[in-house]
Structure formats: C-alpha cells, structure tokens
C-alpha cells in the first residue's frame, strides 16, 4: 500500500517527465525550422564535436589545477586535503572564465602538454568554433563526406592523444 506522499511523489516525477518531454519536442521542432537549419549528420557531427572539445578543455582545466594547487604528499590532516581540494575548485571557477586558447597556450608554456598535443587540440577548437557561431552557408560545407572523414579523423586524433596524455597523468581531482 503506498502513501499519499509516495504517490504525490509519483504523480510529481511523472509531470516533471512529461514537461521535459514537451519541452525536448518544443526544441527540436524550433530546429527543425531554423534558418540555420542542420541536418541529422550535422547535429551528430556537431555534437562529436563539442564532446570532444569538452574532454579536452576539462583536461587541461585539471593538469592547469594540479599544476597551480599541486598535491600535499606529507599532509597531515584531512582539513589539509580539502584545503587544497577547495583551492582547486577556486582554480577551475577562473578557468571556467579563460578561453580554450588560452588555457592551452598556459598549458604548452607550463609544459604540461607538448606543442605536438597542442597541434591537434587546436583544429578541434577551429571546429568548435564554427559549429558554436555557425555562418548558415559556411555550416553547410560540413555535409561533404572529405571533409567530415577529415573532421572525424581530426576529432579522434585530438581524443587519442588526450587519452595518452592521462594514462600517463590519470585525471583525478
């Protein structure tokens, strides 16, 4: 037997669901009709993107925290660790207001990353950049298949590179 509570709780996550539902679908008819309408292949394109642009920027964003707020090896205390973990969260709130050019520049002239990693995280952020501001005809450009397979390939490179980088330093707050 449930409580009224239960099922006000119930009914609560079931109109919560719906209006999420109804929302997603107000969206997704306002960009079906957009002038600068995409495709499906360039909403997946697109979202590739912006995926791998995040995993890289919150990449950095750690080596530039850890790098700034580096770890207390001989702490003595547990205050002493969430000190320095509340620093670092200090550290990304300012990086959330630096862009990912900058923090990439901070990030090869600290010597985190090497310039080589540096040279396949920028051309991701090149694409980034186009689908984020997109010119209606300069986006269309992305439905050639060369130039995705380029893209595609541009996007697992920075990836497997980022992968490589912290299986040597494992991302950990």
Known sequence: MT?????????????????IEELEGQIDASEDTDPAYLNSHLRE?????????????????ILIAKD????????????????????????????????????????????LISNKTATLFRPVNLIRNEFAHPDPFKIKRYTDEDLTLDVLRKLQSALNELNVLFSKKPITP
């Open 3 to 19: 409580t009224y509570r239960e099922e006000t709780k119930k009914k609560s996550e079931q109109d919560i669901r719906d209006l």
């Open 45 to 61: 394109l697109r979202h590739r993107t912006f995926y791998v642009h995040g995993a890289i920027e919150r990449g950095i964003e």
């Open 68 to 111: 700034v707020v580096p770890d207390l090896i001989d702490s003595k205390s547990v205050e002493e660790d969430e000190g320095v973990f509340a620093q670092r969260i200090k550290i990304y709130d300012v990086l959330q207001n630096v862009s990912f050019s900058r923090k990439l520049s901070l990030a090869v002239e600290k010597k």
